[in-house]
């Protein structure tokens, strides 16, 4: 059943990536939602007759012979771990076909030799910097989850999603980049780029530098900020090594969050209030707020009242959801989600104007464009199409319409944390502060794992 609705959603069957999200990397609610939105009832038919073959030709066995299926099971799990370990990382260069049994099996057996041959290692240290005093600026990074640009009226949507941050447009207070590009259409991928700096040209990342690099935490501990990271969605420190939490001084997640409201769909309103707390109080401070955002099943979004476009749908079954009302559903989650959440914690840029807000999304969505069922970690370029603006107290003369990349947001971090070139451990990609900025000839993204997928185009 697993692997059918693999197949039913994405058009393949699961690899261990998948399955490790699945396990480690999603909370209750997003697996919950998933099994319900992709859950393929065609694996009935395999399933029966598979059971009427073995009820019809059953046999008995003594309690010894019994011990003989041990022998197939022991060698086929050896055949895996061999082929994950050794022959995969030298000669596959794709997993060879097999039928949705096998796979799973393959799949679940080649997690453990994934995390062996993986780099397991420490990060590269940043050398001490001699700082003149502590920071002047609070800085606030903030990555919604599912936001896909052309769904916003700020970018031109014909509905008024947005109407917060379109008044802060009009007024001047909000700087926006016309296009973006998000490295990956997956949200564990795009953290890891996110927060290294690698490149889309350095992918696949069979150098592991998306685990060796330095993080954006330890740049901007060693420029003196206090690193905070809300996250919005799980409980588990989820979209970066656990050895990264040293680097981070506070870290509070969805248990945290979700205590303090009884609604899910409000968990975000309680990170912009801790968040204008904080800045509202002091400098220094640089703050990562991963969104809860509009994940799939929408309709979990937001109340009931906030439905502004008829119909919505308030079903988890994600094929059997006519197209308007599933986009009716995810406008509605962007606008409660939207207004709610940037006019909380806009006021608190109007309390210290020594901040700076750079925001984007992980990833867009496919909203059942074509016959792709997914909401997004496909190869849609739809999945790759996320906002990107700035609030607060910066300068920046690149124009709107230069074509932004998710990979432009770490030296662009990296400016607002003054910085200097000099210390820089590798080159990164340019920042958006940069008067010089060239603006790429063509931009991609990825698809599936940093260590795998494919490069797209994007335009």
């Known amino acids: 059943f697993f692997e059918y609705g693999y197949l039913k959603a994405l058009g393949r069957f699961s690899t261990e990536i998948d399955l490790e999200i699945a396990l480690f990397m999603t909370n209750?609610?997003?697996?919950?939602?998933?099994?319900?939105s992709y859950f393929n009832w065609l694996a009935l038919l395999p399933s029966l007759g598979f059971g009427l073959l073995l009820f019809r030709y059953r046999t008995s066995l003594n309690y010894g012979k019994k011990y003989i299926l041990l022998l197939p099971l022991i060698l086929t799990i050896a055949f895996y771990l061999v082929v994950g370990t050794y022959?995969?990382?030298?000669?596959?260069?794709?997993?060879?076909?097999?039928?949705?049994?096998?796979?799973?099996?393959?799949?679940g057996v080649e997690i453990a030799p994934n995390w062996i041959v993986s780099y397991n290692g420490t990060r590269e240290e940043l050398a001490p910097r001699a700082l003149s005093g502590p920071p002047k600026k609070n800085i606030v990074f903030i990555?919604?989850?599912?936001?896909?640009?052309?769904?916003?009226?700020?970018?031109?949507?014909?509905?008024?999603?947005?109407?917060?941050l379109d008044d802060l447009h009009t007024a001047g207070k909000l700087k926006k980049f016309d296009s973006c590009t998000s490295g990956t259409t997956c949200s564990t991928a795009s953290a890891?780029?996110?927060?290294?700096?690698?490149?889309?040209?350095?992918?696949?990342?069979?150098?592991f530098k998306t685990k060796r690099y330095p993080t954006l935490y330890q740049y901007a501990r060693s420029s003196g900020y206090k690193v905070h990271f809300f996250d919005g969605q799980m409980s588990n420190f989820w979209n970066s090594p656990y050895r990264d939490q040293k680097y981070v001084d506070v870290w509070k997640n969805y248990e945290d969050f979700s205590k303090l409201t009884r609604k899910n769909s409000d968990i975000?309103?309680?990170?912009?209030?801790?968040?204008?707390?904080?800045?509202?109080?002091?400098?220094?401070?640089?703050?990562?707020?991963?969104?809860?955002?509009?994940?799939?099943?929408?309709?979990?979004?937001?109340?009931?009242?906030?439905?502004?476009?008829?119909?919505?749908?308030?079903?988890?079954?994600?094929?059997?959801?006519p197209r308007a009302e599933?986009?009716?559903?995810?406008?509605?989650?962007?606008?409660?989600?939207?207004?709610?959440?940037?006019?909380?914690?806009?006021?608190?840029?109007?309390?210290?104007?020594?901040?700076?807000?750079?925001?984007?999304?992980?990833?867009?969505?496919?909203?059942?464009?074509?016959?792709?069922?997914?909401?997004?970690?496909?190869d849609s370029k739809n999945e790759a199409n996320v906002p990107l603006f700035m609030l607060g107290d910066f300068k920046t003369d690149l124009p709107g319409d230069f074509p932004a990349q998710h990979e432009n947001i770490?030296?662009?971090?990296?400016?607002?944390?003054?910085?200097?070139?000099?210390?820089?451990?590798?080159?990164?990609?340019d920042s958006l502060l940069d008067p010089g900025a060239k603006a790429p000839k063509h931009r991609s993204y990825w698809s599936l794992d940093v260590t795998r997928g494919n490069r797209l185009k994007f335009d």
Not at 155 to 164: A, D, L, Q, V
Not at 194 to 200: A, C, D, H, K, N
Not at 334 to 349: C, E, L, M
């Open 410 to 429: 770490f030296a662009t971090l990296l400016d607002l944390m003054d910085v200097p070139i000099s210390t820089r451990k590798y080159r990164y990609a």
């Open 87 to 107: 022959f995969k990382q030298h000669f596959f260069a794709a997993d060879f076909p097999l039928v949705s049994f096998a796979n799973f099996f393959k799949a």
């Open 326 to 378: 599933l986009i009716n559903s995810y406008d509605a989650a962007i606008k409660y989600n939207s207004d709610g959440f940037f006019k909380i914690i806009a006021a608190a840029v109007n309390e210290n104007p020594e901040t700076v807000i750079v925001y984007t999304s992980d990833h867009g969505q496919n909203l059942r464009e074509g016959t792709q069922l997914a909401t997004h970690c496909r």
């Open 268 to 321: 975000d309103f309680e990170i912009a209030k801790e968040v204008k707390r904080i800045i509202g109080s002091s400098t220094g401070n640089f703050i990562w707020i991963w969104k809860r955002g509009v994940h799939f099943p929408y309709n979990d979004d937001y109340p009931e009242s906030a439905a502004e476009w008829k119909p919505v749908s308030n079903s988890g079954q994600l094929a059997s959801i």
């Open 192 to 207: 890891s780029l996110l927060l290294t700096g690698v490149r889309i040209s350095e992918l696949p990342d069979v150098e």
């Open 28 to 36: 209750v609610e997003q697996q919950t939602g998933a099994i319900s």
């Open 143 to 164: 990555t919604d989850e599912s936001v896909r640009a052309d769904h916003m009226s700020l970018y031109g949507y014909s509905r008024k999603t947005t109407p917060f």
